[in-house]
């Protein structure tokens, strides 16, 4: 995930890459999740929250559906689940010559090719 | 304590002291074993989602979350150290971690415009922000680092 400033730049960083945009949350709902997660990190007993988990914690502070749900990758998705929204993303190998589009099954994904870049930016 | 949750507590309790993630070699060493065991624990933690090693390179952690084991754009000052998170959640997460104060250096991901954020008496003081997920729930872990 990534910071912003307003959902202005996050609609221009999602259109710059072609990509979606999806859910959004303010910061009270990050620091409730960061506490949840982290508070007891560093003690012997601490583990990450399960997926049951996740889905508790997630609806406490609003954030629900099939997005959220982090049990969807066990198969138990609702009739309605989209597959192409929910779909990670994925890398490929380019083949030349390469016209700057190119199918992935059944996506389309548009690939913009810059100098390499030592940049810590993993988007 | 088992061994697994030996070296965990090395790990986190090394970075907290030193903002540093040690090495296999470091975390044998002070528990007294040799590196490859360690790396067989780190694989282990992965596979529980609590450590990342180094892709290429298993002697090295590169996520102990919320810490990073390499710099990032997500700097946590903590009264004179700088911590390094993988993201603007775990950035918090350090100072939820640490029971602290902090001060999060980032910047917008779209436009690079400098943010702060600040963790002050177990709050975040209110700044105007809004925290994109592109990848849904269930995927996180698909690639970590990329999330």
Redesign the interface.
């Known amino acids: ?7 202005e ?2 609609t ?2 999602c259109e ?1 890459r072609g ?1 979606p ?11 409730y ?3 949840t ?3 007891n ?2 003690t ?1 007993e601490s ?2 929250p399960g997926p049951d988990e ?1 889905g508790e914690i ?1 609806a406490r502070v609003g954030l629900e559906g ?8 066990s198969g138990t998705r609702p009739p309605d689940f989209d597959e192409k929204e ?1 779909a ?2 994925r890398s490929c190998i380019l083949s030349a010559p390469f016209t700057g589009k190119q199918a992935i099954d059944d996506q389309i994904v548009v690939v913009v090719i810059e100098p390499l870049s030592l940049s ?4 | 304590m088992d061994f697994d949750t030996a070296v965990k507590m090395n790990i986190y309790e090394t970075i907290a002291r030193t903002t540093q993630a040690p090495t296999s070699a470091d975390v044998a060493k002070a528990l007294s074993t040799s590196p490859e065991e360690v790396e067989a624990a780190l694989e282990r933690l992965h596979k529980k989602r609590l450590l990342v090693p180094e892709p290429g390179d298993p002697s090295r952690i590169r996520m102990a979350p919320p810490f990073s084991g390499v710099e990032t754009p997500f700097r946590v000052k903590v009264q004179d150290k700088i911590y390094y998170a993988n993201c603007v959640w775990d950035a918090l997460g350090i100072a939820a971690a640490l029971q602290t104060d902090a001060i999060i250096e980032a910047s917008d991901g779209q436009s690079g415009e400098p943010m702060m954020l600040e963790v002050r008496n177990g709050q975040p003081v209110p700044e105007e922000c809004v925290i994109h997920f592109a990848v849904p729930a269930a995927h996180w872990w698909d690639d970590i680092l990329y999330t």
């Open positions: 995930m990534l910071l912003f400033r307003s959902e730049t996050i221009e960083w710059a990509l945009k999806r859910p959004s949350i303010n910061l009270n709902q990050l620091w999740l960061a506490m997660w982290y508070e990190r560093l012997v583990r990450r996740m997630f099939p997005f959220w749900d982090p049990k969807l990758i929910h990670p993303l810590n930016d993993p988007f």
